[in-house]
């Protein structure tokens, strides 16, 4: 299937495109231009933030089958996915069917009455209602049937297993090769994903194992991580990542800018699908702050094509080409346990296999060399 090959360029849009002025533009084509790049990267998946009709930042839905205004319409969506299409790149879409903006429009029966984790601007759907399933339905097939590869569905965790498992059956006869993840945070993800059915999870776990073990010099943390990652991966193909559009980038969360080697090399060596952030792949610096606005350092605006990006980013675009290289070379890895076979505090040896292939690499925080024993 497709999405063993697939690794994730993540764009958020809205920010990509400078598109939080709230002015209408055409601003979906502008992605066209970084299609080549993603291709340059080594991804093949441009996995897009909210990008449906919302209030301000996209996760307050107020239209599932309105392209957002700020971004355009209908046909700047079609011409994005044609575009992707003609390159062999898949799109991913980002479902927001835990909660809805104000202005949402829904029968008052649709909705719990609730606010969703204390935003007053957020309300939450009321999942045992088949109008909503319905409703879900009907707007993944619609996107679906306009050349969209799967969903990130947001805030998974909030939903109750059995809605996914409803909504998901009539739409996977609809469009059997699609992907769909959800965005899981805490909990057990293996029992999650049998019981809703998704395809896979955001492996939020390792991502926090990969810099708190990192900047404490405790690979324990990590070795205990990867070893509880791979009843995920038993159960699905999870979405694996360093950094996302809710998180302080990676390079900014690291104390020791060396590491990010080292997380990278974590990130392509284990089972699961890996997505990058935009502007990771250069380095890019964002602190997310818990405030009003607090999330705006990591969701940047790009400029209009990748000619005018600071060529300080570079070497981390190619150390991430030469990993995702490693990656293509072996595509196995999607689905490959992973062991720890040496381990100190500072000093890791992992190594992935499917049964048949094998591929080990080693992690050395100090500056002093470190024998690994085959």
């Not at 990509?16 to 002025?21: E, I, P, S």
């Not at 719990?112 to 759907?125: D, M, P, Q, R």
């Amino acid at each position: 299937m497709w999405i063993d090959h697939a690794i994730w360029w993540h764009v958020y849009p809205l920010g990509f495109t400078g598109a939080l002025d709230k002015q209408p533009r055409h601003r979906l084509p502008h992605l066209i231009d970084w299609l080549d790049y993603l291709l340059e990267l080594g991804a093949n998946g441009l996995q897009l933030g909210p990008i449906f009709a919302s209030e301000s930042h996209g996760y307050d839905t107020v239209d599932h089958f309105r392209v957002d205004p700020r971004l355009g319409d209908d046909a700047d969506f079609d011409k994005l996915v044609g575009a992707a299409r003609e390159r062999g790149i898949h799109v991913l879409l980002d479902g927001v069917f835990n909660h809805v903006g104000r202005g949402f429009g829904a029968p008052p029966q649709w909705l719990k009455g609730t606010a969703f984790e204390g935003h007053g601007s957020l309300l939450e759907l009321d999942h045992s209602r088949p109008e909503v399933a319905d409703h879900v339905t009907r707007v993944m097939n619609h996107w679906l049937d306009r050349g969209a590869s799967g969903w990130r569905l947001d805030a998974a965790y909030a939903v109750p297993p059995r809605f996914w498992r409803d909504v998901l059956a009539p739409v996977r006869k609809a469009h059997p090769e699609a992907w769909f993840v959800g965005e899981v945070i805490h909990g057990d993800y293996a029992a999650y994903l049998r019981e809703s059915t998704l395809d896979g999870i955001t492996q939020y776990e390792i991502w926090k194992a990969i810099w708190s073990s990192l900047n404490d010099r405790n690979l324990w943390e990590l070795a205990w991580a990867i070893k509880r990652h791979q009843d995920v991966v038993a159960a699905g193909t999870p979405m694996t990542f360093v950094g996302n559009h809710d998180v302080t980038r990676i390079a900014s969360k690291l104390d020791d800018e060396r590491h990010l080697a080292h997380a990278l090399v974590v990130l392509f060596m284990i089972g699961g699908v890996p997505s990058i952030y935009y502007g990771d792949e250069q380095a890019f610096r964002g602190i997310k702050e818990e405030r009003a606005g607090g999330d705006d350092a990591i969701r940047p605006v790009f400029p209009a094509n990748p000619s005018l990006l600071s060529p300080l980013g570079r070497p981390i675009f190619e150390l991430h080409q030469r990993l995702i290289g490693i990656r293509r070379r072996h595509p196995w890895l999607v689905r490959a346990r992973t062991e720890v076979t040496e381990l100190t505090n500072t000093s890791m040896t992992l190594t992935s296999t499917d049964g048949t292939n094998r591929l080990t690499a080693s992690l050395n925080l100090d500056d002093d060399t470190w024998a690994v024993h085959e």
